[in-house]
């Protein structure tokens, strides 16, 4: 790995930064993106997938394909491990944490499934309601 001059690997370092803050934004969305729902109905169409894609993840053991990407961008910008930059001291840990062993990870899969079955019951419940009131039936 050779190692560019520090104005050239700036950019490869902040895009593997936005990389880390996109995959930390993908993970509360496959754990509480279904709370979107509330406010707008058709996210579910994203969501769905997202969920089905988080559990995935877990349950199977697969390395997201972020990961490749940021793992590519640190070591384009000339970085052989994470430094201390405040995206890689808080973010990183919750993404990977240390100790994540094949029972972490499926504990964490089936949390993401019955996270959103409380969120969606509660959301279809709600819109039972709405169109019982709507309807005049009740």
């Not at 793992?71 to 001291?89: C, I, K, S």
């Not at 990977?96 to 972490?104: C, G, T």
């Amino acid at each position: 790995m050779r190692a560019f001059p520090v104005g050239l690997a700036l950019p490869y370092l902040l895009l593997s930064d936005l990389v880390v803050v996109i995959h930390f934004a993908f993970v509360i969305f496959v754990v509480a993106g279904g709370l979107l729902l509330w406010l707008r109905w058709w996210l579910a169409f994203l969501h769905l997938p997202a969920i089905v894609w988080g559990a995935l993840v877990e349950f199977t053991r697969w390395i997201c394909p972020l990961t490749y990407l940021e793992d590519a961008l640190r070591e384009r910008a000339g970085l052989a491990a994470y430094r201390g930059d405040f995206v890689t001291h808080y973010l990183m840990p919750i993404l990977y944490p240390a100790h994540l062993s094949a029972h972490i990870q499926l504990a964490l899969g089936s949390l993401v499934i019955v996270i959103n079955v409380v969120i969606y019951a509660a959301l279809l419940s709600h819109w039972r309601k709405i169109r019982r009131g709507s309807t005049g039936t009740r």
